[in-house]
T-cell receptor
Framework: DVKVTQSSRYLVKRTGEKVFLECVQDMDHENMFWYRQDPGLGLRLIYFSYDVKMKEKGDIPEGYSVSREKKERFSLILESASTNQTSMYLC????????????FGPGTRLLVL | GESVGLHLPTLSVQEGDNSIINCAYSNSASDYFIWYKQESGKGPQFIIDIRSNMDKRQGQRVTVLLNKTVKHLSLQIAATQPGDSAVYFCAETLHNAGNMLTFGGGTRLMVKP
């Protein structure tokens, strides 16, 4: 079974703090994704990566950055957290380009005060 | 994605009945479709997929039907159980094109004991 893990299930941060969300997959998948999920807006793609050290902007990259130093790990960084970044953050991975089935982690619910 | 969440369409069924969840997809060129299940507080879980060269695909207690003429996808759950209560959403993409998944807004399934 594919396993995608996220470092925290719940996180509370203050406005202006730098926040790191970590995601690890154990199936040697090439592609990794970060989404946020909000009521009324569904899943929105923030960033994705097709390979180590590669990153591509998704639909809503503003206020976020990512890092992929190792194939199995994809980090989402909020440089200076703001209250409008309070959300559920979901990481996903897929085998490679052309195999689009994405497998999701359990999610991190982030509250920015 | 569609604007749902707080206003998610809801399907309420009696335990043991069959459930049918519908999804209208947007891109007539899409040729690969996935159904996900998301339980409260968890990440989406892959259920079943179907390619456009098929009209029907069956899994364990689930069946996906694809009608390309009207761009409609449905998920049928046989003998619905309380553990099936969740939000279900579909995703579409153009296979082998390296395209991102486009997610639907979701339907909340509530199973009454």
């Amino acid at each position: 079974d594919v396993k995608v893990t996220q470092s925290s299930r719940y996180l509370v941060k203050r406005t202006g703090e730098k926040v790191f969300l970590e995601c690890v997959q154990d199936m040697d998948h090439e592609n990794m994704f970060w989404y946020r999920q909000d009521p009324g807006l569904g899943l929105r793609l923030i960033y994705f990566s097709y390979d180590v050290k590669m990153k591509e902007k998704g639909d809503i990259p503003e206020g976020y950055s990512v890092s992929r130093e190792k194939k199995e790990r994809f980090s989402l960084i909020l440089e200076s957290a703001s209250t409008n970044q309070t959300s559920m953050y979901l990481c996903a991975s897929s085998l490679f380009r052309g195999r689009e089935t994405q497998y999701f982690g359990p999610g991190t619910r982030l509250l920015v005060l | 994605g569609e604007s749902v969440g707080l206003h998610l369409p809801t399907l309420s069924v009696q335990e043991g009945d069959n459930s049918i969840i519908n999804c209208a997809y947007s891109n007539s060129a899409s040729d690969y479709f996935i159904w996900y299940k998301q339980e409260s507080g968890k990440g989406p879980q892959f259920i079943i997929d179907i390619r456009s060269n098929m009209d029907k695909r069956q899994g364990q207690r689930v069946t996906v039907l694809l009608n390309k003429t009207v761009k409609h996808l449905s998920l049928q759950i046989a003998a619905t159980q309380p553990g099936d209560s969740a939000v279900y959403f579909c995703a579409e993409t153009l296979h082998n094109a390296g395209n991102m998944l486009t997610f639907g807004g979701g339907t909340r399934l509530m199973v009454k004991p």
